[in-house]
Each structure stands twice: as C-alpha cells, then as structure tokens.
Nanobody, 120 residues
C-alpha cells in the first residue's frame, strides 16, 4: 500500500492550506501530526464511505476532512502557529463502510509526512 501526501508549506497565521493523500485503495483514512518534541496526535479521520468523519477538538471549526474515492483531503483554515507539525496520512482496511479509526495504532499504512509551518 502506497500513500502519497502533498500540500504542506510555510504560511502565516490565519492563512489556509489543503493537504492531499492518495491511497491505492478505498481504506479508512486519517491525518495525524507530530510537532518537534511532542507525540504524534490525531487530527481527523474519515470512513471509507466518506459519510462518517471526526476531528480533534483542537481543529474543529477550522479543519475539514473529506475524500474523493481513494484520495483524502484536509482543508485547513485559520491556521495557528501551534498547528506547525509534520502531517502524516494513514490508512487501513475497515470491515464496515462507515467505520472510523482514531488511534494511530489502528493504522498499518503511513505516508511519508508533509511539513506544515505557520509563522506568527
């Protein structure tokens, strides 16, 4: 399984970015992020169907996860310096069409990570 993530960059606080992650199949997918010196944390997840999605409290109202078949997106608005991190996409099989997975231990397949840097 190959995951190709893209869309990171250097922006200013208040700006927007869109991340993309293309998978080789229809999997349950998610975004995680890891800032320097911190543990990897959950950002958002979406089911195979796209109908079920959840986001972390820290990004609600600012980030939107979506998908188009096997490509997942993360629309990030009103970015803050604390959003600075390497963003990883993850994918794994799911028996139910609307199943979501929020723990990084539930994902076997990971993308290479894309850096998002938000300056103040």
């Amino acid at each position: 399984v190959q995951l190709q993530a893209s869309g990171g960059g250097l922006v200013q606080a208040g700006d927007s970015l869109r991340l993309s992650c293309r998978a080789s199949n229809d999997y349950a997918m998610a975004w995680f992020r890891q800032a320097p010196g911190k543990e990897r944390e959950f950002v958002a997840t979406i089911s195979r169907s796209g109908r079920n999605r959840k986001g972390a409290d820290s990004v609600k109202g600012r980030f939107t996860i979506s998908r188009d078949r096997s490509t997942m997106y993360l629309e990030m608005t009103t970015l803050k310096p604390e959003d600075t991190a390497v963003y990883y996409c993850a994918a794994d099989s799911a028996s139910r069409w609307d199943e979501i997975k929020r723990e990084y231990t539930q994902y076997r397949y990971w993308g290479q990570g894309t850096q998002v840097t938000v300056s103040s």
